[in-house]
């Protein structure tokens, strides 16, 4: 149960030299020192399982830090191992992706300020099939306010599914919702991260293997006039 992890209290608590050494050498001091503005926290990949995507992004965006937000304990753990490995066999790379056990339904703005992310994924999230499940699913009217809060105008959240059902549920609340709008087709073909969404996932791999069908919704986060 969630007794069993630490919850930050809020953003400032998120020990970001554990997670980011080389970014944040622990012998300086984080905090009010009024210099240049620490990096924080631009990507979360939520749901990350086994972190095929933030291995795969990790190379292709080297100065943005991204997380993996993780409710399963093990799994966590191995992407933990596997982060630290890959850092180990390829001095100076990896070294901004991490991963955190939490779970992000609840735990969102503990973790982010607003405006804070750049980019969030939904990658492959569990189905949650029956009607009254669907509170669970990881995508919700509500949980989109949440996510429009700690995302930058601009920023762009993506999700993927083999579940029809569910990637027609995820595509519609966000069509619903005032903050998101859908980026343009020409557009997805051209952004590299796309291609990774199904390629790079331990999920979409699988489906792949299979040779499942998938369904996209990729949209930005957009600002009300009055915003
Ligand atoms: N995104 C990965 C991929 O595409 O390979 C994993 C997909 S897997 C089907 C869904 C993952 O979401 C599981 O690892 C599960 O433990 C995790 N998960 C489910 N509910 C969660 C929650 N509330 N917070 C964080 N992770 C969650």
């Given at each position: 149960s969630d007794s069993h992890f630490p919850i930050p209290i809020s953003p400032d608590d998120v020990e970001l030299s554990q997670h980011y050494p080389r970014y944040f050498p622990?012998?300086?001091?984080?905090?009010?020192?009024?210099?240049?503005a620490a990096p924080r926290i631009r990507f979360a990949d939520v749901g990350?399982?086994?972190g095929g995507l933030l291995v795969g992004l990790s190379p292709i965006f080297p100065d943005k830090l991204m997380i993996g937000m993780e409710l399963r304990d093990k799994v966590t753990e191995y992407v933990k191992e596997r982060v630290l490995a890959l850092r180990a066999s390829n001095?100076?790379?990896?070294?901004?992706i991490s991963v955190v056990r939490t779970n992000s339904m609840k735990y969102i703005p503990n973790y982010f300020r607003k405006a804070q992310l750049s980019k969030m994924f939904f990658l492959?999230?569990?189905?949650?099939?029956k009607e009254k499940n669907?509170?669970?699913?990881?995508?919700?009217m509500q949980l989109l306010d949440e996510y429009a809060y700690v995302m930058e105008v601009g920023g762009i959240i993506y999700t993927i599914t083999d579940v029809e059902e569910l990637g027609i549920w995820m595509r519609s609340c966000l069509e619903k919702h005032s903050l998101f709008e859908a980026v343009p087709d020409e557009e997805i073909k051209v952004d590299p991260v796309v291609k990774l969404l199904?390629?790079?996932t331990e999920e979409g791999q699988k489906v792949a293997r299979n040779g499942g069908q998938t369904f996209q919704a990729i949209f930005r986060r957009i600002s009300l006039q009055e915003e």
């Open positions: 622990a012998d300086k001091d984080e905090h009010g020192d009024g210099e240049v990350c399982g086994f001095p100076g790379q990896y070294d901004n492959f999230p569990d189905p949650h099939f669907h509170r669970r699913r990881v995508i919700s199904s390629t790079a």
